[in-house]
């Protein structure tokens, strides 16, 4: 990928189990953003987190964002067969007065009934 | 809300054929970005526009072309098309100056597949 690793590359549960996904990028970012993407469809924006934030809660979604490591990781609780999609997460970064975006590639999650 | 629009959804091209795609940017976003999904792949970069100006390059073949208009929307040529050409391709837009660069989201549209036959 341009940016960084997603991990795991495919992940499989049950649902009402909960989901964790990992992703690492390389550079300096403003901001790092995670979108699901069903199957053949557009890329739907799920919740940002800024450079000085650790961690953030959007209902059942819960990122956190360690720059130290470079590495933020998606928690989604309770998981419904309706979660099943693909999942990147995006960096943000200005260079040059330009924001420069980059996506990892992308953890593909499967929730069975 | 408005979205990003781009049309087509779906074209289908022979090879050494051009196509064209369109961008429409959410109302007052400056700013415009492509992107090649190819068949189980993440999201490629290829270029972004912001106030008409190319502000980045990404992995755009020579082939391709792009520019943003006076009215904000974007048109991305690719011209000599070859199979590998065969993907989705997203635009998406954003605010340049989004909270002081820290909180500007990118929201994208639902893509134009482009089949290479």
């Known amino acids: 990928s341009q940016q960084g690793e997603e991990d795991p590359q495919a992940l499989s549960i049950q649902e009402g189990e909960n989901a964790t996904m990992n992703c690492s990028y390389k550079t300096s970012i403003n901001n790092l953003q995670w979108y699901r993407q069903n199957s053949g469809r557009g890329l739907v924006h799920l919740i940002l987190i800024r450079s000085n934030e650790r961690e953030k809660h959007s209902g059942r979604l819960r990122v956190t964002l360690d720059t130290s490591k470079k590495s933020s990781s998606l928690l989604i609780t309770a998981s419904r067969a309706a979660d099943t999609a693909s999942y990147f997460c995006a960096t943000s970064a200005v260079l040059y007065n330009f924001n420069k975006f980059y996506f990892g590639s992308g953890t593909k999650l499967n929730v069975k009934p | 809300a408005a979205g990003v629009i781009q049309s087509p959804r779906h074209l289908i091209k022979e090879k050494r054929e051009t196509a064209t795609l369109k961008c429409y940017p959410i109302p007052r976003h400056d700013t415009v970005y492509w992107y090649q999904q190819g068949p189980g792949q993440d999201p490629q970069f290829l270029i972004s526009f912001y106030e008409k100006m190319q502000s980045d390059k990404g992995s755009i073949p020579d082939r391709f072309s792009a520019q943003q208009f006076s009215d904000y929307h974007s048109e991305l040529n690719m011209s000599s098309l070859e199979l590998g050409d065969s993907a989705l391709y997203f635009c998406?837009?954003?605010?340049?100056w989004g909270q002081g660069f820290s909180g500007n989201t990118i929201y994208f549209g639902e893509g134009s597949w482009l089949t290479v036959v």
């Open positions: 998406a837009s954003s605010l340049r």
